[in-house]
T-cell receptor
Framework: EAGVTQFPSHSVIEKGQTVTLRCDPI?????LYWYRRVMGKEIKFLLH????????ESGMPNNRFLAERTGGTYSTLKVQPAELEDSGVYFC?????????????????FGPGTRLTVT | AQTVTQSQPEMSVQEAETVTLSCTYD???????LFWYKQPPSRQMILVIR??????QNATENRFSVNFQKAAKSFSLKISDSQLGDAAMYFC????????????????FGTGTLLAVQP
């Protein structure tokens, strides 16, 4: 079974440009999460999709970030225009279920991340 | 506010020795989950071990075990018989299980501890 994949693995762009990150979750996982780690800091939650719907986008930094998950499969995260402080590693995770009182169906499986560098 | 603190940015251990990584968290919830994730260099993050807050018994997974002190809000990870492959960034994380509309089940992470294993 393929794991969570992310593309690209690394992106270097200039301030003001646009970048789109892609995440392909594990097949059959309805829940998809985006997280970000800025250098030396904690990994922070950005948003959560259940199928194609945004369940929680409380962690999105500002309106320069736009996440989509058309058809409930892969997701994209667009940053437009990019700023220096957007640099970091963007992680995607997926889980079969979002409810977790027992069992492992809620376990979040992570992708390798996309390292974004804004210069 | 829900926070996770990892006070050791870096740790080092000799191969075959034991090392303990510390983690404290802050929450007013009584039911939650705690996790340790491992991210090897240039590879994706994987779940090492999980602990349900309502369980008094400390979780164990082979050479990995936790010391869960609920009253102290402490959740340390002990790695026994350390191996070269244990070298990685370790993240402590916390999650409140919720269900129903608006439930997100997002993970709240610490800043990570970089573990080096010396041969």
């Amino acid at each position: 079974e393929a794991g969570v994949t992310q593309f690209p693995s690394h992106s270097v762009i200039e301030k003001g440009q646009t970048v789109t990150l892609r995440c392909d979750p594990i097949s059959g996982h309805d829940n998809l999460y985006w997280y970000r780690r800025v250098m030396g800091k904690e990994i922070k939650f950005l948003l959560h999709f259940v199928k194609e719907s945004k369940q929680d986008e409380s962690g999105m930094p500002n309106n320069r970030f736009l996440a989509e998950r058309t058809g409930g499969t892969y997701s994209t995260l667009k940053v437009q225009p990019a700023e220096l402080e957007d640099s970091g590693v963007y992680f995607c995770a997926s889980s079969q279920s979002s409810m977790g009182f027992s069992g492992t169906s809620y376990e979040q499986y992570f992708g390798p991340g996309t390292r974004l560098t804004v210069t | 506010a829900q926070t996770v603190t990892q006070s050791q940015p870096e740790m080092s251990v000799q191969e075959a020795e034991t090392v303990t990584l510390s983690c404290t968290y802050d929450t007013s919830e009584s039911d939650y989950y705690l996790f340790w994730y491992k991210q090897p260099p240039s590879r994706q993050m994987i779940l090492v071990i999980r602990q349900e807050a309502y369980k008094q018994q400390n979780a164990t997974e082979n050479r990995f075990s936790v010391n869960f002190q609920k009253a102290a809000k402490s959740f340390s990870l002990k790695i026994s018989d350390s191996q070269l492959g244990d070298a990685a960034m370790y993240f402590c994380a916390y999650r409140i299980p919720k269900e129903g509309g608006g439930a997100t089940n997002k993970l709240i992470f610490g800043t990570g501890t970089l573990l080096a294993v010396q041969p």
